[in-house]
Nanobody, 121 residues
Framework: QVQLVESGGGLVQAGGSLRLSCAASGSISSINAMGWYRQAPGKQRELVATSTRGGNTNYADSVKGRFTISIDNAKNTVYLQMNSLKSEDTAVYYC???????????????WGQGTQVTVSS
């Protein structure tokens, strides 16, 4: 099992910045990758950014050049630095950890509780 605790959401004006953090605990060694997803009201959850432990990253086109994901492997924490925020970035942001249990080759996705990001225009 992996537990994820997020922090860093809040209210910010358009053009501003926020940094989200997500600390993982539990079966840390099973985690292959971590990432951030978001869900706006009335919309489906969508990928924002992901990173492997080795630093390979992937971003949604809508956030490229504005958001940066990073993993501190020593702290088992993933960060999302969000700059030049827009009103359309308003959503609940969820931390995700992808774990692979090698004893069974079972892949499991874990989710945080979500943190609200609101960007006022």
């Amino acid at each position: 099992q992996v537990q994820l605790v997020e922090s860093g959401g809040g209210l910010v004006q358009a053009g501003g910045s926020l940094r989200l953090s997500c600390a993982a605990s539990g079966s840390i060694s099973s985690i292959n990758a971590m990432g951030w997803y978001r869900q706006a009201p009335g919309k489906q959850r969508e990928l924002v950014a992901t990173s492997t432990r080795g630093g390979n990253t992937n971003y949604a086109d809508s956030v490229k050049g504005r958001f940066t994901i990073s993993i501190d492997n020593a702290k088992n924490t993933v960060y999302l630095q969000m700059n030049s925020l827009k009103s359309e970035d308003t959503a609940v942001y969820y931390c995700n950890a992808e774990a692979l249990y090698r004893s069974t080759w079972l892949k499991v996705n874990y989710w945080g509780q979500g943190t609200q990001v609101t960007v006022s225009s």
